[in-house]
């Protein structure tokens, strides 16, 4: 399946992350490419970390819009970690690729959309991916077989109330 959890609500990448524990769980191999997230310390990496070799995890971006002036840096960072989603999405021991965050480096064009969205079209028949991020593209919410958007109802950030270890990270 393609799989694509977008919207502006909290949880696309923990239910991401929940799909790949019940893949571990069946003992296969499950691959990770975060393309905009930077070298933020995560209580996820570290969980899955525990698998071993079943999990493959790539953190590839140079951070969130906000934290970056370099537009070009930014373009070849979303290059780099495409072509390592890439080799994942190709590899035959891989049943699950999780590429969190990429709805986001295509929102802002530093992939060309079309490309993307024939590559995960053309995808092997048994691997499974999800795509996180807000503002999913339509042609890639055509193209998807499930798409779940997290709306806001209410979020402990309005109160004023930072982000929370095994929370948030």
């Keep these: 399946l393609l799989i694509v959890n977008t919207g502006p609500g909290k949880g ?15 003992g296969r191999r499950v691959g990770v490419v975060q393309f905009i997230k930077g070298a933020w310390h995560t ?13 493959e995890w790539h953190t590839m971006g140079e951070g969130f819009t906000w ?22 999405m190709d590899d035959p021991s891989i049943s699950l ?10 929102r802002y064009d530093y992939l060309d959309l ?14 499974h991916v999800v795509v996180t991020g807000r503002n999913a593209k339509p042609p890639l919410v055509e193209a998807a ?5 997290m709306e806001v109802k209410k979020h402990h950030f309005a109160a004023g109330v930072k982000a ?6």
Aim: negative net charge; without cysteine.
């Design 12 to 26: 696309k990448t923990t239910a991401a992350f929940g799909l790949a524990l019940r893949m571990l769980g069946h």
């Design 97 to 106: 690729v999780i590429l969190d965050e990429l709805n986001i480096a295509l």
């Design 145 to 149: 077989d499930l798409v779940t958007e």
């Design 67 to 88: 934290e970056t002036q370099d537009l070009q840096r930014d373009i070849a960072a979303a290059g780099r970690a495409w072509e390592k989603a890439r080799a994942l």
């Design 164 to 169: 929370q270890q095994g929370i948030e990270f």
């Design 43 to 55: 209580g996820e990496k570290d969980a899955l970390a525990r698998f071993g070799d079943l999990v």
């Design 114 to 127: 079309e490309q993307v969205v024939e590559v995960l079209k053309a995808r092997r028949p048994d691997l």
